[in-house]
């Protein structure tokens, strides 16, 4: 029993943090937020060559072949960091799919490239209903032996402007399909979304749009579930990351904004929302490492599905009340533009409300406790 | 980062389990008060004119008392069983799941650890074996009316004559003093030093002339604390441990003794798991309200919650089985528990709507015994002892962030 890091994570932390204060300053973070693509293809290359699109990946496909608890240490650096661009949806959308359900073909075909940083991948789930489950798939799927036809309507499909693949969901008469989908084909359109989080969301409409079919048909729902508990839970690892480094700020500025002749920060109601702050982004930490553990230690399916529900809806509604105080120790400036703070409490909701926000998944945390 | 037992620590589990299973009397097994729950606990019962009372809890004493676990934490020279960090939470979890009363009090918690550290040969010869046995129950006099969140500013003094100190002044919330032998205080022997340095650390007979308490009764209609009154009570030398005026030193002594709380995280979950199952029966069908979606989700939340509090309790522990010792982490722990359990308090009793009004156990109105309502008055002061919540947050805030005093 021991809520320490081992040594190869406390490793791949310090690495993944050092890399990414050079790498990944807040002008690049800034200045994806303008860029078309959202991303830096030369960082993209960088972090490949770090070996962290291939982390998850097992070795005979390129990969480090690392744990999923090692995943959620280095997606905590890119909270802390705010990564732009493909990263998580080509990880969790679409190595993470393919590793679950693929094929030995599929894997061979796509799980290399994804490694080495040359393929970048999306999951298109949720639609215009915005809804997270299996009803809220209306997109239809038809089958016709190994290759699968998508007609629908997306919302919401991170990065979908520069996948080069989507693991798209829709239902056929046998219920829910996956297929590996190429976005350069005449039947996607996509549209992107300016949002809050100035990321690159968007509407993907599917027009007879032609992929590999992923897992069997009818199975689709049954094989998105890990999926879909590994993706929460590195959504709370980034939520860990990004409220850490807001709640830092705001500690500093406490420190040395001065008013009435002394630091803010000697004044008890900025003290004590400070050690709000430390207590939500620290039991966001373990929560989501209890997530983490439960699925790479492969723990009792129902002991696992309650600690990712139990994780995000915690980290969900911890993390905005962390990025809210770190707002307002900032008074006036913290409304600024140019001031870095905005930036975190922009990105926590989008992070917040990705899989499900705190409501959904307490919903999901009373039934299963049999509420 | 790792949940589970290795198996060293599952062997240890199952040992403390199984102990349980075949020892705990059957008066302590969860549900078997009979709704009168434990008026002073287990000293309580030790102290009891009711011989059933008073020979259970010696019986379960004794069973405990043959493996050193009346003071599990203690080295075994001491009489104690000389265990890990990890193995006195294994101890404290498996023990709080059974709802098991721990003897000892604070003769155990407090009390002999500073002996251990602090006392002469003499001293702990004198004192730990009656606290191993439960001859002796000690209560701890710190507070006074003007000396709470400022402990370092008491005023109890302590003027040297002879070989005796004299002793006079006021101590206040002396919790189970009426059910003690001895008290062990903080008195003031140097009124001119800087506060910190003016205090002794005192032990002495309960009965001794000129030392009296004056019960006080809490909100809750229930006699758990005391007012002590120190009239020219005369106290040997000999009794104090530590040197003079070192006294507030020797009484912040923190041993590798397992401080994790980790008993609040589990008894909060076996209320909530408690309720549900009453909740799935006829009668708590009944008596739950009939509008009690909001409850309901509220109910998530607080399961929720324990998972957090168990996290920062087991944090505590990982720290120091690291040989390290827990800082800003101890007051996150001690802040977050304590306001957990006013809410779930808050919560639990929500769902009984008007019935959060029935107050006496035995009633047939009372949805499990009352304990709900009774909890959501009892858990009032459990952001205000040890540290207030306000004092926690100073504490995280200046010694865990550097933030500056004001």
Redesign the interface.
């Known amino acids: 029993?021991?809520?320490?890091?081992?040594e190869q994570?406390e490793l791949l932390k310090n690495a993944a943090r050092e890399f990414l204060e050079n790498e990944c300053p807040e002008t690049h973070v800034r200045e994806m937020e303008e860029d078309e693509q959202g991303y830096s293809p030369v960082l993209w290359q960088k972090m490949a060559e770090q070996g962290w699109q291939g982390l998850l990946i097992p070795e005979e496909h390129g990969g480090a072949g690392f744990d999923f608890?090692d995943m959620c240490v280095l997606l905590e650096e890119f909270g802390r960091a705010l990564v732009p661009g493909p990263f998580m949806p080509t990880v969790l959308g679409g190595a993470v799919p393919i590793m679950e359900a693929g094929s030995d073909a599929q894997k061979a075909e796509f799980l290399p490239k994804i490694a080495s940083g040359d393929l970048i991948f999306s999951l298109a789930l949720t639609e215009p209903s915005a809804r997270f489950d299996e009803a809220g798939i209306e997109a239809k799927a038809e089958v016709s032996g190994d290759e699968v036809t998508f007609t629908g309507t997306k919302l919401f499909v991170p990065d979908a402007n520069v996948a080069d693949y989507l693991i798209v969901a829709g239902k056929s008469g046998k219920g829910t399909t996956l297929g590996i989908v190429a976005t350069d084909q005449p039947g996607v359109k996509v549209t992107q979304l300016q949002t809050i989080a100035r990321d690159k969301q968007a509407e993907v409409v599917l027009d007879g749009a032609k992929g590999q079919l992923l897992g069997a048909e009818g199975d689709g729902w049954k094989l998105l579930q890990p999926v879909i508990e590994k993706y929460t839970t590195a959504e709370c690892a980034y939520l860990v990351g990004l409220s850490q480094m807001d709640f830092e700020i705001a500690?500093d500025y406490?420190?040395e904004r001065v008013q009435f002749g002394?630091?803010i920060?000697?004044?008890?109601a900025?003290?004590?929302k400070?050690?709000?702050m430390?207590?939500d982004v620290?039991?966001s930490r373990?929560?989501m490492?209890?997530a983490?553990?439960?699925i790479a230690?492969g723990q009792p399916a129902a002991d696992t599905t309650l600690a990712v529900n139990?994780a995000k809806?915690?980290c969900s509604e911890a993390t905005r009340r962390v990025v809210a105080h770190g707002q307002q120790i900032h008074g006036g400036i913290g409304f600024t533009k140019d001031y870095k703070i905005q930036l975190y409490f922009r990105r926590q909701k989008r992070a917040e409300i990705a899989f499900g926000d705190s409501d959904f998944h307490?919903?999901a945390?009373?039934q299963q406790?049999?509420? | 980062m790792d949940w589970s037992d290795s198996p060293d620590q599952a062997a240890f589990r199952k040992e403390v389990r199984e102990f349980i299973k075949s020892e705990l009397p059957e008066r302590y097994r969860a549900g078997n008060d009979g709704g009168e729950g434990f008026e002073g606990g287990w000293q309580g019962d030790r102290k009891s004119d009711d011989p059933t009372r008073r020979d259970t809890a010696i019986q379960w004493a004794d069973a405990l008392s043959k493996r050193g676990w009346i003071a599990p934490a203690w080295p075994k020279e001491y009489g104690g069983a000389g265990l890990t960090t990890i193995e006195q939470f294994i101890y404290n979890q498996e023990m709080a799941e059974a709802a098991a009363p721990m003897p000892g009090g604070m003769g155990v918690s407090m009390l002999g650890p500073t002996l251990i550290v602090h006392g002469t040969e003499e001293q702990k010869a004198e004192h730990l074996p009656k606290i191993l046995s439960g001859e002796v129950a000690w209560a701890q006099g710190y507070s006074e009316p003007g000396a709470g969140s400022d402990l370092a500013s008491l005023q109890t003094r302590a003027v040297r004559d002879g070989d005796e100190y004299v002793v006079n002044g006021q101590k206040i919330w002396t919790s189970g003093g009426h059910n003690a032998d001895w008290l062990f205080a903080l008195v003031r022997t140097d009124p001119e030093a800087p506060k910190h340095r003016g205090i002794s650390f005192l032990t002495m007979d309960i009965k001794s002339p000129g030392l009296s308490l004056r019960p006080l009764i809490n909100m809750g209609w229930k006699h758990h604390f005391n007012e002590t009154f120190f009239e020219d009570v005369r106290v040997p030398v000999k009794n104090r441990i530590g040197e003079e005026n070192r006294g507030w030193y020797v009484g912040m002594t923190l041993l590798d003794f397992e401080r994790s709380g980790i008993a609040g995280a589990i008894s909060y979950k076996r209320s909530i798991e408690q309720m549900k199952q009453f909740l799935a029966t006829d009668e708590g069908k009944r008596f739950r309200r009939e509008d009690w979606e909001t409850v309901r989700l509220e109910l998530a939340d607080r399961a929720i919650e324990t998972q957090v509090l168990f996290n920062f309790a087991f944090r505590i522990v990982s720290i120091q089985n690291r040989g390290m010792v827990p800082n800003y982490e101890a007051s996150v722990n001690k802040m977050f528990g304590s306001e957990m359990h006013q809410r779930l308090a808050r919560t639990e009793t929500k769902a009984w709507g008007l019935y959060g009004n029935v107050w006496d156990p035995k009633s047939e109105h009372a949805p499990m015994h009352a304990e709900h309502v009774q909890d959501y008055v009892g858990s009032v002061p459990h952001t205000i002892f040890s540290g207030s919540s306000e004092i926690q947050r100073n504490v995280i805030a200046t010694r865990g962030l550097g933030l500056p005093r004001g």
Do not use: N
């Open positions: 029993m021991d809520l320490g890091l081992s994570q608890l500690v406490a420190k002394r630091p920060g000697s004044f008890q900025i003290q004590h400070c050690a709000d430390v207590t620290d039991g373990f929560i490492y209890k983490a553990w439960a230690s139990m809806a915690w307490r919903e945390v009373a406790l049999g509420l």
